[in-house]
Protein backbone atom coordinates (compact mmCIF):
# COMPACT_ATOMS: atom_id res chain seq x y z
CA UNK A 1 0.00 0.00 0.00
CA UNK A 2 2.78 2.22 0.94
CA UNK A 3 4.35 1.93 -2.57
CA UNK A 4 1.11 2.33 -3.96
CA UNK A 5 0.45 6.01 -2.08
CA UNK A 6 3.64 7.11 -3.27
CA UNK A 7 2.73 6.85 -7.14
CA UNK A 8 -0.21 8.75 -6.11
CA UNK A 9 1.12 11.49 -4.64
CA UNK A 10 3.38 12.61 -7.87
CA UNK A 11 -0.60 13.10 -9.50
CA UNK A 12 -2.47 14.68 -6.32
CA UNK A 13 0.67 17.51 -6.99
CA UNK A 14 -0.21 17.40 -10.41
CA UNK A 15 -3.92 17.72 -10.31
CA UNK A 16 -2.88 21.60 -8.56
CA UNK A 17 -1.80 23.02 -11.56
CA UNK A 18 -4.52 22.74 -13.82
CA UNK A 19 -7.14 23.18 -10.50
CA UNK A 20 -4.84 27.04 -10.28
CA UNK A 21 -7.00 28.73 -13.13
CA UNK A 22 -10.82 28.06 -11.39
CA UNK A 23 -10.77 30.72 -9.39
CA UNK A 24 -10.51 33.10 -12.37
CA UNK A 25 -12.63 31.22 -14.27
CA UNK A 26 -15.35 31.54 -10.75
CA UNK A 27 -14.55 35.27 -10.83
CA UNK A 28 -15.13 36.09 -14.28
CA UNK A 29 -18.62 33.54 -14.54
CA UNK A 30 -19.91 34.71 -11.88
CA UNK A 31 -19.22 38.67 -12.30
CA UNK A 32 -20.57 38.83 -15.43
CA UNK A 33 -23.62 37.35 -14.55
CA UNK A 34 -27.28 39.65 -14.93
CA UNK A 35 -26.86 39.39 -10.93
CA UNK A 36 -23.68 41.37 -10.60
CA UNK A 37 -22.26 43.18 -13.65
CA UNK A 38 -24.51 42.00 -16.37
CA UNK A 39 -21.40 42.08 -18.78
CA UNK A 40 -21.86 38.64 -20.99
CA UNK A 41 -18.10 38.48 -22.46
CA UNK A 42 -16.95 38.70 -18.98
CA UNK A 43 -19.37 35.52 -18.28
CA UNK A 44 -18.22 33.90 -21.59
CA UNK A 45 -14.37 33.88 -20.95
CA UNK A 46 -15.20 32.47 -17.13
CA UNK A 47 -17.30 29.52 -19.28
CA UNK A 48 -14.58 28.73 -21.61
CA UNK A 49 -12.80 27.77 -18.63
CA UNK A 50 -14.76 25.27 -17.28
CA UNK A 51 -16.11 24.19 -20.71
CA UNK A 52 -12.48 23.04 -21.42
CA UNK A 53 -11.12 21.99 -17.82
CA UNK A 54 -10.57 18.51 -19.48
CA UNK A 55 -8.05 19.87 -22.19
CA UNK A 56 -6.27 22.25 -19.29
CA UNK A 57 -6.48 19.05 -17.37
CA UNK A 58 -4.48 16.92 -20.06
CA UNK A 59 -1.95 19.71 -20.06
CA UNK A 60 -1.68 20.52 -16.14
CA UNK A 61 -1.10 17.08 -15.36
CA UNK A 62 1.26 16.31 -18.17
CA UNK A 63 3.52 19.39 -17.40
CA UNK A 64 3.38 18.58 -13.71
CA UNK A 65 4.24 15.29 -13.84
CA UNK A 66 7.32 15.28 -16.46
CA UNK A 67 10.91 16.08 -15.62
CA UNK A 68 11.64 19.82 -15.06
CA UNK A 69 8.33 20.30 -15.88
CA UNK A 70 9.03 20.83 -19.74
CA UNK A 71 5.98 22.11 -21.86
CA UNK A 72 6.49 19.19 -24.69
CA UNK A 73 4.93 17.21 -21.67
CA UNK A 74 1.90 19.99 -21.94
CA UNK A 75 1.51 20.19 -25.46
CA UNK A 76 1.83 16.14 -25.40
CA UNK A 77 -1.37 16.11 -23.33
CA UNK A 78 -3.26 18.09 -25.49
CA UNK A 79 -2.62 16.35 -28.91
CA UNK A 80 -3.69 13.09 -26.42
CA UNK A 81 -6.27 14.71 -25.65
CA UNK A 82 -7.71 16.06 -28.79
CA UNK A 83 -7.34 12.26 -30.54
CA UNK A 84 -9.05 10.72 -27.83
CA UNK A 85 -12.12 13.12 -27.35
CA UNK A 86 -12.32 13.51 -31.31
CA UNK A 87 -11.39 10.04 -31.95
CA UNK A 88 -14.09 8.85 -29.21
CA UNK A 89 -16.72 10.93 -30.99
CA UNK A 90 -16.52 9.15 -33.99
CA UNK A 91 -16.39 5.72 -32.42
CA UNK A 92 -19.95 6.79 -30.59
CA UNK A 93 -22.73 5.03 -31.51
CA UNK A 94 -26.14 7.95 -31.75
CA UNK A 95 -29.35 6.23 -30.39
CA UNK A 96 -31.71 6.06 -33.05
CA UNK A 97 -34.38 8.00 -31.38
CA UNK A 98 -31.98 10.83 -31.16
CA UNK A 99 -32.40 11.82 -35.11
CA UNK A 100 -35.60 10.06 -35.95
CA UNK A 101 -37.61 13.86 -35.80
CA UNK A 102 -35.14 15.19 -38.73
CA UNK A 103 -35.92 14.32 -42.21
CA UNK A 104 -33.27 16.58 -43.45
CA UNK A 105 -29.81 14.61 -43.95
CA UNK A 106 -28.28 17.95 -42.45
CA UNK A 107 -30.80 18.48 -39.48
CA UNK A 108 -29.71 14.59 -39.00
CA UNK A 109 -26.10 15.15 -38.94
CA UNK A 110 -26.34 18.28 -36.99
CA UNK A 111 -28.30 16.71 -33.91
CA UNK A 112 -25.77 13.45 -33.92
CA UNK A 113 -23.06 15.87 -33.76
CA UNK A 114 -24.54 17.88 -31.22
CA UNK A 115 -25.22 14.30 -29.04
CA UNK A 116 -22.16 13.04 -29.79
CA UNK A 117 -20.44 16.47 -27.80
CA UNK A 118 -22.83 16.62 -24.72
CA UNK A 119 -22.16 13.07 -24.18
CA UNK A 120 -18.22 13.20 -24.13
CA UNK A 121 -18.64 16.62 -22.44
CA UNK A 122 -19.22 14.34 -19.82
CA UNK A 123 -16.50 12.36 -19.91
CA UNK A 124 -14.12 15.32 -20.51
CA UNK A 125 -12.14 15.71 -16.87
CA UNK A 126 -11.45 11.65 -16.63
CA UNK A 127 -10.16 11.75 -20.30
CA UNK A 128 -8.38 14.65 -19.54
CA UNK A 129 -6.48 13.45 -16.01
CA UNK A 130 -5.94 9.95 -18.17
CA UNK A 131 -4.59 11.77 -21.10
CA UNK A 132 -1.86 13.96 -18.85
CA UNK A 133 -0.82 11.38 -16.93
CA UNK A 134 -0.13 9.25 -20.23
CA UNK A 135 1.57 12.39 -21.69
CA UNK A 136 3.87 12.80 -18.32
CA UNK A 137 5.22 9.13 -18.51
CA UNK A 138 5.45 9.15 -21.58
CA UNK A 139 7.49 12.34 -21.57
CA UNK A 140 9.72 10.95 -19.08
CA UNK A 141 9.93 7.58 -20.87
CA UNK A 142 11.12 8.88 -24.27
CA UNK A 143 12.31 12.46 -23.80
CA UNK A 144 15.94 11.39 -25.01
CA UNK A 145 14.87 8.92 -27.43
CA UNK A 146 17.60 8.84 -30.11
CA UNK A 147 16.01 7.15 -33.47
CA UNK A 148 18.20 6.60 -37.10
CA UNK A 149 19.47 9.79 -38.83
CA UNK A 150 17.34 9.80 -40.89
CA UNK A 151 14.69 10.63 -38.93
CA UNK A 152 16.80 12.48 -36.23
CA UNK A 153 14.48 15.50 -36.48
CA UNK A 154 11.23 13.46 -34.66
CA UNK A 155 14.32 12.11 -31.69
CA UNK A 156 14.13 13.41 -27.93
CA UNK A 157 11.05 15.70 -27.03
CA UNK A 158 9.61 16.01 -30.32
CA UNK A 159 8.78 12.07 -30.11
CA UNK A 160 6.66 12.46 -27.50
CA UNK A 161 3.75 14.52 -29.04
CA UNK A 162 3.74 11.97 -31.95
CA UNK A 163 3.45 9.27 -29.36
CA UNK A 164 1.42 10.49 -27.29
CA UNK A 165 -1.25 11.01 -30.14
CA UNK A 166 -0.59 7.58 -30.63
CA UNK A 167 -1.69 6.49 -27.18
CA UNK A 168 -4.73 8.68 -27.74
CA UNK A 169 -6.08 6.65 -30.10
CA UNK A 170 -6.42 4.08 -27.17
CA UNK A 171 -8.12 6.07 -25.00
CA UNK A 172 -10.29 6.71 -27.91
CA UNK A 173 -11.56 3.05 -28.20
CA UNK A 174 -11.44 3.08 -24.38
CA UNK A 175 -14.15 6.32 -24.36
CA UNK A 176 -15.95 5.48 -27.97
CA UNK A 177 -16.18 2.02 -27.68
CA UNK A 178 -16.85 1.87 -23.64
CA UNK A 179 -19.51 4.56 -23.42
CA UNK A 180 -22.05 2.27 -22.80
CA UNK A 181 -20.58 0.87 -20.33
CA UNK A 182 -18.90 4.08 -18.92
CA UNK A 183 -21.61 6.15 -18.65
CA UNK A 184 -24.26 4.18 -16.87
CA UNK A 185 -20.89 3.54 -13.99
CA UNK A 186 -20.96 7.67 -13.56
CA UNK A 187 -24.61 7.57 -13.45
CA UNK A 188 -24.20 4.83 -10.64
CA UNK A 189 -21.54 6.21 -8.78
CA UNK A 190 -23.08 9.56 -8.64
CA UNK A 191 -26.76 7.67 -7.49
CA UNK A 192 -25.23 6.08 -4.99
CA UNK A 193 -23.44 8.68 -3.80
CA UNK A 194 -26.89 10.61 -3.85
CA UNK A 195 -28.74 7.88 -2.01
CA UNK A 196 -26.16 7.79 0.99
CA UNK A 197 -27.11 10.99 1.83
CA UNK A 198 -25.64 12.58 4.43
CA UNK A 199 -23.59 9.10 5.29
CA UNK A 200 -21.67 9.76 1.63
CA UNK A 201 -21.18 13.27 2.46
CA UNK A 202 -19.72 12.80 6.28
CA UNK A 203 -17.82 10.24 4.82
CA UNK A 204 -16.12 12.51 2.15
CA UNK A 205 -15.58 14.89 4.40
CA UNK A 206 -13.50 13.22 6.96
CA UNK A 207 -11.67 11.47 4.46
CA UNK A 208 -10.88 14.69 2.93
CA UNK A 209 -8.98 16.30 6.08
CA UNK A 210 -7.54 12.74 6.43
CA UNK A 211 -5.58 12.29 3.20
CA UNK A 212 -4.44 15.94 3.35
CA UNK A 213 -0.79 14.02 4.74
CA UNK A 214 -0.61 12.26 1.58
CA UNK A 215 -1.53 14.91 -0.93
CA UNK A 216 -4.10 12.28 -2.50
CA UNK A 217 -7.38 14.77 -1.01
CA UNK A 218 -7.10 16.38 -4.69
CA UNK A 219 -8.02 13.31 -6.13
CA UNK A 220 -10.88 13.05 -4.17
CA UNK A 221 -12.05 15.98 -4.70
CA UNK A 222 -12.07 15.64 -8.63
CA UNK A 223 -14.69 12.96 -8.43
CA UNK A 224 -16.84 15.31 -6.34
CA UNK A 225 -16.13 18.54 -7.81
CA UNK A 226 -15.63 17.20 -11.17
CA UNK A 227 -17.59 14.06 -12.30
CA UNK A 228 -20.37 13.24 -9.87
CA UNK A 229 -23.68 14.60 -10.60
CA UNK A 230 -24.88 15.73 -14.14
CA UNK A 231 -27.36 18.91 -14.79
CA UNK A 232 -27.93 19.71 -18.23
CA UNK A 233 -24.61 18.09 -19.61
CA UNK A 234 -22.56 19.84 -16.75
CA UNK A 235 -20.83 17.27 -14.53
CA UNK A 236 -19.55 17.47 -10.90
CA UNK A 237 -20.50 19.60 -7.98
CA UNK A 238 -18.10 22.68 -8.42
CA UNK A 239 -19.24 22.70 -12.12
CA UNK A 240 -22.73 22.20 -11.64
CA UNK A 241 -22.67 25.06 -8.88
CA UNK A 242 -21.74 27.83 -11.33
CA UNK A 243 -24.10 26.61 -13.96
CA UNK A 244 -26.38 27.18 -11.61
CA UNK A 245 -27.66 23.88 -10.54
CA UNK A 246 -29.77 24.86 -7.45
CA UNK A 247 -29.07 21.18 -5.69
CA UNK A 248 -24.84 21.44 -6.42
CA UNK A 249 -22.82 22.61 -3.70
CA UNK A 250 -23.26 19.63 -1.12
CA UNK A 251 -19.66 18.78 -1.25
CA UNK A 252 -18.54 22.60 -0.73
CA UNK A 253 -20.72 24.17 1.84
CA UNK A 254 -19.53 22.03 4.80
CA UNK A 255 -15.85 23.22 4.47
CA UNK A 256 -16.93 27.02 5.53
CA UNK A 257 -18.31 26.70 8.77
CA UNK A 258 -14.60 24.58 9.26
CA UNK A 259 -12.18 26.73 7.67
CA UNK A 260 -13.39 30.24 8.18
CA UNK A 261 -14.73 30.03 12.28
CA UNK A 262 -13.75 26.64 12.88
CA UNK A 263 -9.69 26.83 12.94
CA UNK A 264 -9.44 30.58 13.46
CA UNK A 265 -11.06 29.35 16.86
CA UNK A 266 -8.44 26.64 17.22
CA UNK A 267 -5.54 29.33 16.56
CA UNK A 268 -7.48 31.31 19.08
CA UNK A 269 -7.49 28.34 21.41
CA UNK A 270 -4.09 27.73 20.76
CA UNK A 271 -2.80 31.29 21.53
CA UNK A 272 -4.66 31.24 25.24
CA UNK A 273 -2.83 28.12 25.74
CA UNK A 274 0.58 29.50 25.26
CA UNK A 275 2.80 30.00 27.92
CA UNK A 276 2.27 33.99 29.19
CA UNK A 277 5.82 35.04 27.97
CA UNK A 278 5.50 33.58 24.64
CA UNK A 279 2.27 34.47 23.68
CA UNK A 280 3.22 38.05 21.91
CA UNK A 281 6.32 35.78 19.82
CA UNK A 282 3.42 33.62 18.89
CA UNK A 283 0.64 35.72 18.73
CA UNK A 284 1.15 37.62 15.08
CA UNK A 285 2.16 33.76 13.60
CA UNK A 286 -1.57 32.84 14.98
CA UNK A 287 -3.12 35.91 14.13
CA UNK A 288 -1.66 35.54 10.46
CA UNK A 289 -3.02 32.08 10.04
CA UNK A 290 -6.29 32.66 11.40
CA UNK A 291 -6.84 35.50 8.95
CA UNK A 292 -5.62 33.55 5.83
CA UNK A 293 -8.04 30.51 6.41
CA UNK A 294 -10.90 33.00 7.29
CA UNK A 295 -10.55 35.05 4.04
CA UNK A 296 -9.27 32.38 1.58
CA UNK A 297 -9.77 28.92 3.03
CA UNK A 298 -5.96 28.40 2.66
CA UNK A 299 -6.22 25.84 6.31
CA UNK A 300 -2.83 23.31 5.77
CA UNK A 301 -0.62 25.77 7.75
CA UNK A 302 -3.06 25.46 10.68
CA UNK A 303 -3.66 21.55 10.61
CA UNK A 304 0.45 21.33 10.21
CA UNK A 305 0.80 22.82 13.37
CA UNK A 306 -1.32 20.32 15.50
CA UNK A 307 -1.21 17.12 13.40
CA UNK A 308 1.86 15.50 14.33
CA UNK A 309 1.53 16.84 18.07
CA UNK A 310 -1.65 15.11 18.76
CA UNK A 311 -3.23 12.77 15.58
CA UNK A 312 -5.74 12.15 17.86
CA UNK A 313 -6.78 16.13 17.84
CA UNK A 314 -6.42 16.15 14.60
CA UNK A 315 -8.94 12.97 13.51
CA UNK A 316 -11.51 14.84 16.13
CA UNK A 317 -11.25 17.86 13.46
CA UNK A 318 -11.38 15.54 10.43
CA UNK A 319 -14.48 13.90 11.88
CA UNK A 320 -15.51 17.70 12.67
CA UNK A 321 -15.49 18.22 9.05
CA UNK A 322 -17.51 15.27 8.07
CA UNK A 323 -20.50 16.50 10.66
CA UNK A 324 -20.28 19.69 8.84
CA UNK A 325 -21.01 18.41 5.95
CA UNK A 326 -23.75 16.78 7.54
CA UNK A 327 -25.22 19.83 9.05
CA UNK A 328 -24.61 22.30 6.24
CA UNK A 329 -26.88 18.85 4.18
CA UNK A 330 -29.40 18.82 6.47
CA UNK A 331 -29.85 22.71 6.78
CA UNK A 332 -30.56 22.92 2.98
CA UNK A 333 -27.17 25.24 2.57
CA UNK A 334 -25.43 24.82 -0.75
CA UNK A 335 -22.51 26.60 -1.34
CA UNK A 336 -19.29 26.90 -3.63
CA UNK A 337 -15.95 28.37 -4.27
CA UNK A 338 -13.77 28.39 -7.09
CA UNK A 339 -10.28 28.46 -4.99
CA UNK A 340 -11.32 27.23 -1.14
CA UNK A 341 -14.03 28.21 1.52
CA UNK A 342 -13.49 31.65 2.50
CA UNK A 343 -15.37 34.61 2.61
CA UNK A 344 -13.85 35.94 -0.79
CA UNK A 345 -15.09 32.85 -2.38
CA UNK A 346 -18.53 33.07 -0.12
CA UNK A 347 -19.36 36.72 -1.10
CA UNK A 348 -18.49 35.91 -4.53
CA UNK A 349 -20.98 33.00 -4.78
CA UNK A 350 -23.68 34.66 -2.35
CA UNK A 351 -26.19 34.79 -5.29
CA UNK A 352 -25.71 31.33 -6.79
CA UNK A 353 -26.21 29.82 -2.94
CA UNK A 354 -29.41 28.20 -1.48
CA UNK A 355 -29.37 29.35 2.25
CA UNK A 356 -26.20 31.09 2.55
CA UNK A 357 -27.15 33.24 5.54
CA UNK A 358 -27.39 29.95 7.60
CA UNK A 359 -23.45 29.71 7.61
CA UNK A 360 -23.00 32.29 10.15
CA UNK A 361 -25.20 30.50 13.05
CA UNK A 362 -23.19 27.22 12.19
CA UNK A 363 -20.11 28.95 12.06
CA UNK A 364 -19.89 30.29 15.44
CA UNK A 365 -21.78 27.34 16.68
CA UNK A 366 -18.63 25.61 15.64
CA UNK A 367 -16.21 28.36 16.61
CA UNK A 368 -17.31 27.50 19.97
CA UNK A 369 -16.69 23.66 19.64
CA UNK A 370 -12.99 23.92 18.07
CA UNK A 371 -12.35 26.77 20.98
CA UNK A 372 -13.41 24.51 23.40
CA UNK A 373 -11.77 21.22 22.00
CA UNK A 374 -8.31 22.52 21.32
CA UNK A 375 -8.44 24.05 25.05
CA UNK A 376 -9.39 21.08 26.31
CA UNK A 377 -6.84 19.07 24.65
CA UNK A 378 -4.19 21.08 24.86
CA UNK A 379 -4.02 21.79 28.71
CA UNK A 380 -5.05 18.27 29.66
CA UNK A 381 -2.31 16.52 27.79
CA UNK A 382 0.06 19.39 27.93
CA UNK A 383 0.43 19.37 23.96
CA UNK A 384 3.30 21.42 22.89
CA UNK A 385 1.25 23.89 20.85
CA UNK A 386 3.31 27.18 19.16
CA UNK A 387 3.68 28.87 22.46
CA UNK A 388 4.22 25.82 24.72
CA UNK A 389 7.51 24.35 23.39
CA UNK A 390 10.50 23.73 26.11
CA UNK A 391 13.22 23.91 23.73
CA UNK A 392 12.12 25.05 20.64
CA UNK A 393 10.90 28.80 19.07
CA UNK A 394 8.78 28.58 16.41
CA UNK A 395 8.34 32.42 15.72
CA UNK A 396 9.31 31.43 12.22
CA UNK A 397 10.09 33.86 9.73
CA UNK A 398 9.24 33.49 6.09
CA UNK A 399 11.72 31.06 4.46
CA UNK A 400 12.22 33.31 1.47
CA UNK A 401 13.29 35.89 3.84
CA UNK A 402 16.57 36.45 6.23
CA UNK A 403 17.74 32.75 5.47
CA UNK A 404 17.16 32.65 2.14
CA UNK A 405 16.39 29.89 -0.64
CA UNK A 406 20.33 29.51 0.18
CA UNK A 407 19.30 28.55 4.25
CA UNK A 408 16.47 26.08 2.56
CA UNK A 409 19.69 24.17 0.97
CA UNK A 410 21.56 24.05 3.78
CA UNK A 411 18.80 22.65 5.79
CA UNK A 412 17.38 19.78 2.76
CA UNK A 413 21.49 18.87 3.64
CA UNK A 414 23.17 20.66 0.75
CA UNK A 415 22.90 21.63 -2.62
CA UNK A 416 23.79 17.70 -3.75
CA UNK A 417 20.86 16.36 -1.76
CA UNK A 418 18.26 17.89 -3.48
CA UNK A 419 17.35 16.29 -6.43
CA UNK A 420 13.96 17.68 -7.79
CA UNK A 421 11.89 20.46 -6.45
CA UNK A 422 8.20 21.57 -6.80
CA UNK A 423 4.81 23.19 -5.16
CA UNK A 424 1.75 22.54 -4.60
CA UNK A 425 -0.61 25.48 -2.95
CA UNK A 426 0.87 25.39 0.44
CA UNK A 427 3.83 22.88 -0.22
CA UNK A 428 7.29 22.16 -1.17
CA UNK A 429 7.64 18.71 -2.77
CA UNK A 430 11.05 17.74 -2.73
CA UNK A 431 12.53 14.68 -3.91
CA UNK A 432 16.23 13.83 -2.21
CA UNK A 433 18.74 11.71 -2.04
CA UNK A 434 18.65 11.24 1.51
CA UNK A 435 15.81 12.10 3.27
CA UNK A 436 17.44 11.96 6.76
CA UNK A 437 19.98 14.89 5.85
CA UNK A 438 16.85 17.00 5.90
CA UNK A 439 17.01 19.15 9.52
CA UNK A 440 13.38 20.00 10.44
CA UNK A 441 14.51 22.22 13.00
CA UNK A 442 16.03 24.17 10.66
CA UNK A 443 13.69 23.86 8.58
CA UNK A 444 11.23 25.75 11.11
CA UNK A 445 13.16 28.22 11.93
CA UNK A 446 13.13 29.15 8.33
CA UNK A 447 9.72 29.32 8.54
CA UNK A 448 8.55 25.52 7.69
CA UNK A 449 4.86 24.97 9.26
CA UNK A 450 5.43 20.84 9.23
CA UNK A 451 7.52 18.59 7.42
CA UNK A 452 6.01 15.21 5.71
CA UNK A 453 7.94 12.11 4.93
CA UNK A 454 5.26 10.56 2.50
CA UNK A 455 8.35 7.22 1.97
CA UNK A 456 11.32 6.94 -0.42
CA UNK A 457 12.87 10.03 -0.98
CA UNK A 458 10.32 12.74 -0.97
CA UNK A 459 10.05 15.09 1.23
CA UNK A 460 7.32 17.85 2.11
CA UNK A 461 7.71 21.66 3.56
CA UNK A 462 4.51 23.47 4.64
CA UNK A 463 4.94 26.50 3.90
CA UNK A 464 1.67 28.01 2.99
CA UNK A 465 0.93 30.11 0.06
CA UNK A 466 4.29 31.26 -0.51
CA UNK A 467 5.02 27.88 -1.23
CA UNK A 468 5.46 28.37 -5.53
CA UNK A 469 6.97 31.22 -4.88
CA UNK A 470 10.09 29.65 -2.51
CA UNK A 471 10.03 26.90 -4.86
CA UNK A 472 11.20 29.55 -8.15
CA UNK A 473 13.74 30.81 -5.62
CA UNK A 474 15.21 27.69 -4.47
CA UNK A 475 15.94 26.57 -8.46
CA UNK A 476 17.28 29.51 -8.98
CA UNK A 477 19.64 29.41 -6.18
CA UNK A 478 20.83 26.04 -7.02
CA UNK A 479 21.07 27.06 -10.86
CA UNK A 480 23.52 29.99 -9.64
CA UNK A 481 25.40 28.29 -6.69
CA UNK A 482 23.63 30.66 -4.33
CA UNK A 483 23.51 28.55 -1.13
CA UNK A 484 24.94 28.66 2.20
CA UNK A 485 28.30 27.60 3.55
CA UNK A 486 26.79 25.69 5.45
CA UNK A 487 25.47 23.44 3.16
CA UNK A 488 28.62 23.08 0.92
CA UNK A 489 29.88 22.14 4.05
CA UNK A 490 27.39 19.58 4.57
CA UNK A 491 27.81 18.53 1.37
CA UNK A 492 31.73 18.24 0.98
CA UNK A 493 31.77 16.08 4.35
CA UNK A 494 29.43 13.54 2.89
CA UNK A 495 31.40 13.17 -0.53
CA UNK A 496 34.52 12.67 1.47
CA UNK A 497 33.03 10.38 3.80
CA UNK A 498 31.81 8.43 0.42
CA UNK A 499 35.20 8.78 -1.07
CA UNK A 500 37.17 6.97 1.83
CA UNK A 501 37.53 9.95 3.56
CA UNK A 502 39.40 13.40 3.48
CA UNK A 503 42.89 11.12 3.58
CA UNK A 504 41.73 9.11 0.97
CA UNK A 505 41.59 11.81 -1.48
CA UNK A 506 44.64 12.74 -3.79
CA UNK A 507 42.99 15.14 -5.67
CA UNK A 508 39.83 16.31 -6.79
CA UNK A 509 38.55 17.95 -10.10
CA UNK A 510 35.55 19.00 -12.11
CA UNK A 511 35.53 17.71 -15.84
CA UNK A 512 32.37 18.47 -17.68
CA UNK A 513 29.43 16.42 -15.95
CA UNK A 514 31.90 14.44 -13.49
CA UNK A 515 34.06 14.43 -10.96
CA UNK A 516 37.67 13.20 -11.26
CA UNK A 517 38.96 11.62 -8.25
CA UNK A 518 42.63 9.56 -7.74
CA UNK A 519 42.08 7.60 -4.25
CA UNK A 520 44.98 6.37 -2.42
CA UNK A 521 42.92 3.36 -1.86
CA UNK A 522 39.88 2.66 -4.64
CA UNK A 523 38.52 0.15 -2.08
CA UNK A 524 37.66 2.81 0.15
CA UNK A 525 34.89 4.64 -1.77
CA UNK A 526 31.82 3.46 -1.66
CA UNK A 527 29.98 3.56 -4.62
CA UNK A 528 26.38 3.17 -2.42
CA UNK A 529 26.73 5.75 -0.70
CA UNK A 530 27.60 7.99 -3.65
CA UNK A 531 24.54 7.13 -5.93
CA UNK A 532 22.52 8.04 -2.49
CA UNK A 533 24.51 11.23 -3.06
CA UNK A 534 22.99 11.67 -6.51
CA UNK A 535 25.91 10.29 -8.50
CA UNK A 536 24.66 9.18 -11.59
CA UNK A 537 27.17 6.39 -11.99
CA UNK A 538 30.99 5.39 -10.88
CA UNK A 539 33.73 4.30 -13.34
CA UNK A 540 37.13 2.93 -12.04
CA UNK A 541 40.35 3.54 -14.40
CA UNK A 542 44.28 2.50 -13.88
CA UNK A 543 46.06 4.46 -11.31
CA UNK A 544 43.72 4.53 -9.01
CA UNK A 545 41.62 7.46 -11.00
CA UNK A 546 37.86 7.27 -9.74
CA UNK A 547 34.96 8.58 -12.34
CA UNK A 548 31.77 10.10 -10.73
CA UNK A 549 29.38 10.76 -12.96
CA UNK A 550 26.91 13.60 -11.82
CA UNK A 551 25.54 15.19 -14.88
CA UNK A 552 24.73 18.86 -16.17
CA UNK A 553 25.75 20.25 -12.30
CA UNK A 554 28.98 18.82 -10.90
CA UNK A 555 30.28 21.84 -10.05
CA UNK A 556 27.35 22.55 -7.46
CA UNK A 557 28.83 19.69 -5.76
CA UNK A 558 32.85 21.43 -5.09
CA UNK A 559 31.67 24.84 -3.74
CA UNK A 560 33.32 24.34 -0.51
CA UNK A 561 35.90 21.37 -1.48
CA UNK A 562 39.27 22.08 -0.11
CA UNK A 563 41.37 19.82 -2.69
CA UNK A 564 41.65 20.39 -6.35
Known sequence: MKLRIDRLQPLGRALMLPIAVLPAAGMLLRLGQPDLLDIAFIAAAGDAIFAHLGLLFAIGI??????????AAGLAGAVGFLVTIEGAKALLAVPPETVAAFTDQAARDLAAAAYKSQQMAKLSVPAGVLSGVAAGMLYNRFANVRLPEYLAFFAGRRFVPIVAGCAGLFGALLFGLGFPWIEPGIDALSRSVVNAGGFGLFVYGTLNRLLIITGLHHILNNIAWFIIGDFNGVTGDLKRYYAGDPTAGAFMAGFFPVMMFGLPAACLAMYRSARPERRKAVGGMLASLALTAFLTGITEPIEFTFMFLAPALYAVHAVLTGLSMVVMDALGVKLGFGFSAGLFDYVLGYGLSARPLLLIPVGLAYSAVYYATFRFCIVRFNLRTPGREIEESVAATPAAGAGGAGGLVGALGGAANILRVDACMTRLRLELADPNLADEAALRALGAKGVVRPGGGALQVVLGPIADQVAGELRQALRDGDTAGSSDAGA??????????????????????????????????DEAALRALGARGVAHSTGGLLHVILGPDAARW??????A
Do not use: F, I, M, P
Not at 62 to 71: D, I, P
Open 492 to 525: TRRLYAALGGEDNVRSLQVRANRLLVALRSTDAA
Open 62 to 71: AVGLARENHG
Open 558 to 563: TGGLAK
